[in-house]
């Protein structure tokens, strides 16, 4: 199952919409949170035809044409040409079937308020009568529950597609190949590299870190359009210095550093594959659609059995 198949890419309405599928330790839900879903649900696949939700909750309430409010679970609206068409949305949370009086309620509710289609959506099914009154009456049906141990569903991981990270990481480093201290010339490789960590000594037994020359020589060469080609810097002193050295003492008169400067590509890509689990199912009952539901947003289209 690819993303391509996907009805809705955590298309959220709001925080505030999408907060109760947030859900903590609680192995069910509540009918508010059943609410909260719902509306969720149908804002996010009906986005692409313009459909949007216009309430939903105690709140939400039409006054019919008789004077008398109505509330109303969840009440959306869509634009065609002129016209606007409301939908509205009974939900059920319960463990009983719906029985057919729900259905006639709703027509009644939609009668007087003139709203144009309905739809019920349940956790636990429906009674064969109610199915066949609906249809009669042009109501849809759709239950809507947590996936359990008995769905082909349970637990399912899908996965929804891949992240890649590239990390553009280059180093510029100087290699000195030759140090000239005037009294001596050190280009073994091993030597150059003890004497980048080196204290070099004044007369006056002041210490000073060599270290600051091998940054000065780095600087400079990036400064440089030849840098790529063995360069030597002159670093002139005006005092004599000291280094300390198993074979004796060696004083330097200045210091001259040859190196050029090397460049090195250590980028790489990092992938992670994200998926996400089913938590809940939809069936639509007359439309003969399968969706699922994942607690991060995501609605599958799931293929037909028939």
């Given at each position: 199952m690819g993303v391509k198949n996907l009805y809705a890419i955590v298309q959220i309405i709001s925080s505030a919409n999408y907060e109760c599928l947030i859900m903590t330790n609680a192995n069910e839900l509540n009918w508010k949170e059943y609410e909260a879903i719902t509306q969720y649900i149908y804002g996010a696949l009906g986005a692409g035809d313009g459909v949007k939700v216009k309430g939903y909750g105690h709140n939400c309430k039409v006054k019919g044409r008789s004077g008398v409010e109505h509330q109303i679970d969840v009440l959306t609206e869509q634009v065609d040409g002129k016209r606007i068409l409301l939908t509205a949305i009974e939900c059920k949370y319960a463990k009983k079937k719906v029985t057919k009086d729900v259905v006639m309620k709703l027509s009644k509710v939609m009668e007087d308020s003139q709203i144009d289609c309905g739809i019920i959506v349940c956790k636990a099914g429906f009674t064969m009568d109610t199915q066949t009154f609906a249809e009669h009456v042009g109501i849809k049906l759709v239950e809507l529950r947590e996936a359990g141990k008995s769905d082909e569903e349970y637990k399912k991981t899908m996965e929804i597609g891949t992240v890649v990270f590239n990390f553009d990481i280059r180093h510029t480093r100087p290699k000195i190949t030759r140090i000239d201290f005037g009294t001596r010339t050190i280009e073994h490789r091993d030597q150059i590299r003890v004497m980048s960590s080196i204290n070099l000594r004044n007369s006056h037994g002041d210490w000073i870190s060599f270290g600051k020359f091998v940054s000065a020589f780095s600087k400079e060469l990036q400064k440089r359009e030849e840098s790529t080609q063995p360069t030597t810097i002159d670093f002139p002193l005006n005092f004599k210095l000291y280094c300390e050295f198993p074979e004796g003492?060696?004083?330097?008169?200045?210091?001259?550093?040859?190196?050029?400067?090397?460049?090195?590509?250590?980028?790489?890509?990092?992938?992670?594959?994200?998926?996400?689990?089913?938590?809940?199912?939809?069936?639509?009952?007359?439309?003969?659609?399968?969706?699922?539901?994942?607690?991060?947003?995501?609605?599958?289209?799931?293929?037909?059995?028939?």
């Open positions: 003492r060696m004083g330097a008169d200045w210091i001259s550093i040859t190196g050029i400067l090397t460049h090195s590509d250590e980028s790489f890509k990092k992938s992670f594959r994200l998926t996400d689990q089913v938590w809940m199912i939809m069936n639509e009952l007359f439309d003969q659609r399968k969706l699922t539901l994942s607690k991060s947003g995501l609605i599958w289209n799931l293929p037909s059995t028939s």
